[in-house]
């Protein structure tokens, strides 16, 4: 399982990033939905009530988003005051996601850098745009230049966001250009998504192992003997870390090394830097 926090400006193009990314095949978790999910619960729409009075909800008891935004962006004390409410919450949800998933997924998150990366969080891509280039597209929501700023004014400058980020895609060309690199990105989250470590047992792990590492289809191999009753053939267990897809291939090239057996794991979670290390030996 590979996990990429998702995040950007707004207007940056963050949302297009995830909609190319689950046309891509990745599991997509939208953090806002889970927000919005989180305001259905009676306890939450009490906490906003006992904080804010009965403006933020209609005459039938129900969250009204609207009015909850402009309370907590009228200062800094009420903008924390609902960080600190929310995502607890939002984080522990996505976290019961997570749990039910495999392969790679996206989880789109506003206020990544702000509420704190998770642990389940593999890598991170941020998406931004200068100002110009938001404002043509917030302008089609109904967002001027002082509502963003006043979604803003309390978020982490830029320049710090892209210092926290293991990915950085600038959208301030071509719609083309954008899918081009959002897409480069997402076929290594895919590759990643799907490794695992494969074990082979073989009579012959040396031939073997290199035939693999020639072939580009294993990374970071390792052979450890097996022990046996005496007199009986040697065989060693091969381990190497490769890519799902590429199942095939190596089965075919181990079978004709006369493998007796080959198995394939897909663990929950890698270091990244042992995947991406893994990654860069293997076949694209």
Known sequence: MWVIGLTGDIGAGKSTAARIFDAMGAAVIDADA????????????????????GDVTDGKGRFVAAAAAAKAFSSEEEYRWLCSLLHPPVFREIGRHLAALSGWIVVEIPLLFEAGIPSWVDETLYVTAGAEARGRRNAGRGLDGKAIGERERWLLPSEEKRCLSHFVVDNEGSVESFSEAI????????????????????????????????RRLAALPEIRPLSGEEGAVSRSELRFFGLARRFPDVERLCRSFGVVSLLFEEPRRFSRCLARRALKALAR
């Open 34 to 53: 889970v927000v919005r999910e989180l305001w259905r619960s009676p306890e939450m729409i009490e906490a906003a009530r006992s904080r804010w009075g």
């Open 183 to 214: 897409s480069a990105l997402g076929r290594d989250f895919a590759d990643l998504g799907g490794m695992g470590r494969f074990e082979a047992v073989s009579e012959a792990p040396e031939a073997l192992k290199e035939a693999l590492l020639d």
